[in-house]
T-cell receptor
Framework: DTAVSQTPKYLVTQMGNDKSIKCEQN?????MYWYKQDSKKFLKIMFS???????INETVPNRFSPKSPDKAHLNLHINSLELGDSAVYFC??????????????FGEGSRLTVL | GNSVTQMEGPVTLSEEAFLTINCTYT??????LFWYVQYPGEGLQLLLK?????DKGSNKGFEATYRKETTSFHLEKGSVQVSDSAVYFC????????????FGRGTSLIVHP
């Protein structure tokens, strides 16, 4: 069973379109994240949710909107896609609180290409 | 704020060579330290970790020691293999409770036969 799964794995779309990436974790973790990885492999945190509440919202254009329907799911919706949005987007999860080990569990990534 | 600095890559080695990837950090309090590895086309996965000063994390022949006096967590392996070719990320996390992970920029390792 995949611990953190993202769909789709590949996404090719035109500028101006709207797209979504979905993420689900079956680890029972209470915190989920979205990261953006650029072509130089630099990882930038975008958002983090703890028990469905937004706790990290880095400087990200408001075209990006995360949604967490429950603590096992964190989806990312992107409006009006731009060329610079082309990247690999990673979902991750962790368990905070007294049982926190600090370890993140990552999905396999969703490669978004905007033409 | 917290930060992690890694040596720039790519690091290119021949098989069976010794590997060191340097990592230093700045943090308030006593963070946990991690090395993650990203193989081509995959997500990041934990390679090893250390949660307090002088702890040594180890896995798959890789080692790193938490050095509080030099704020470092350098990754080492005595004899690399072609299959170790990947991008390696040093990271830290605030201990306990609220948690905001901080990653270094990643170091690409290329191992030639």
């Amino acid at each position: 069973d995949t611990a953190v799964s993202q769909t789709p794995k590949y996404l090719v779309t035109q500028m101006g379109n709207d797209k979504s990436i979905k993420c689900e974790q079956n680890l029972g973790h209470d915190t989920m994240y979205w990261y953006k990885q650029d072509s130089k492999k630099f990882l930038k945190i975008m958002f983090s949710y703890n028990n469905k509440e937004l706790i990290i919202n880095e400087t990200v254009p408001n075209r990006f909107s995360p949604k967490s329907p429950d603590k096992a799911h964190l989806n990312l919706h992107i409006n009006s896609l731009e060329l610079g949005d082309s990247a690999v987007y990673f979902c991750a999860s962790s368990q905070t609180g007294l049982t926190n080990t600090g370890e993140l569990f990552f999905g396999e990534g969703s490669r978004l290409t905007v033409l | 704020g917290n930060s992690v600095t890694q040596m720039e890559g790519p690091v290119t080695l021949s098989e069976e060579a010794f590997l060191t990837i340097n990592c230093t950090y700045t943090a308030t309090g006593y963070p946990s330290l991690f090395w993650y590895v990203q193989y081509p086309g995959e997500g990041l996965q934990l390679l090893l970790k250390a949660t307090k000063a002088d702890d040594k994390g180890s896995n798959k022949g890789f080692e790193a020691t938490y050095r509080k006096e030099t704020t470092s967590f350098h990754l080492e392996k005595g004899s690399v293999q072609v299959s170790d070719s990947a991008v390696y990320f040093c990271a830290l996390s605030a201990s306990g409770g609220s948690y905001i992970p901080t990653f270094g920029r990643g170091t690409s390792l290329i191992v030639h036969p």
